[in-house]
């Protein structure tokens, strides 16, 4: 019987290629959607809005944080992929006891191209997630040489790779950390994290960061929904920021 080891070191057996599987995280539906995994999804949570034909048609099992059990078990899946901090781990260990739960940690672009080629070998699909992945690879690559034509030109450091914060809640305003995906992500698009020698996503004040003299603010859409209102807002409190509303769900 094949065995398929996770990201948390579990390891997991299917006797058969998963024809019922459940997704427990939104960019993990994406991904099986794009792996042309159509008939082979049984379920996805309430926060899986793309692509949408799947929110309209596929059976939703809560949310991700509120998974319905009882909406999982009449799904009779033969497989649920889920991700360690989406998901809450009582409620995967329950499943765990009755389902075979595969478990992505995704901290950094390493971590989610192997996600991606490792949901390819659960689901047969394994040439289609290895171009996928080197898809995406190369146009982070790309984004690397752009950067180095940068420095080759001698542009000032704080313009080519200017500090940056990028918050996710407000009352407290909180900011992404060390040791997580939108961290590696602000690195290999440019920026350098104010906060990478912090504590995950520490709650912080926006006076702390009057003293740059120009940094870049980065409000996300989501998990907290900021708006124009809040861009006026940071503003105030940092006249001389680049303050920027940008899409969570990328």
Request: hydrophobic share 40%; aromatic share 8%; with cysteine.
């Amino acid at each position: 019987m094949p065995s398929f080891t996770d990201h948390l070191g579990r390891t997991i057996f299917l006797p058969r290629v998963p024809r019922r599987i459940v997704s427990l995280v939104p960019s993990q539906t994406e991904l099986l959607y794009s792996l042309g995994l159509d008939e082979a999804v049984a379920g996805i949570t309430k926060f899986c809005i793309h692509p949408e034909a799947w929110f309209h048609t596929k059976p939703r099992i809560g949310g991700t944080k509120a998974i319905d059990a009882a909406r999982v078990d009449a799904l009779h899946p033969d497989l649920i992929i889920a991700n360690k901090e989406e998901n809450e781990k009582p409620q995967i260990e329950a499943l765990a006891n009755r389902y075979p739960v595969w478990i992505s940690d995704v901290k950094n672009l390493e971590d989610a191209l192997a996600m991606i080629r490792a949901v390819g070998s659960l689901t047969d699909t394994a040439g289609r997630a290895t171009a996928i992945a080197g898809e995406i690879a190369r146009e982070f690559a790309g984004l690397s040489d752009e950067r180095s034509v940068a420095a080759g030109r001698g542009d000032d450091r704080d313009d080519a790779f200017p500090p940056a914060a990028y918050f996710i809640w407000k009352d407290p305003w909180m900011v992404a950390g060390k040791d997580t995906f939108i961290d590696d992500m602000l690195r290999h698009c440019g920026f350098r994290n104010i906060y990478a020698d912090t504590e995950r996503y520490p709650s912080v004040q926006l006076s702390d960061l009057a003293a740059l003299a120009r940094p870049v603010i980065l409000l996300s859409s989501e998990p907290y929904p900021f708006r124009q209102r809040h861009v006026k807002e940071v503003s105030e409190v940092l006249p001389h920021a680049t303050i920027l509303l940008v899409d969570g769900e990328l």
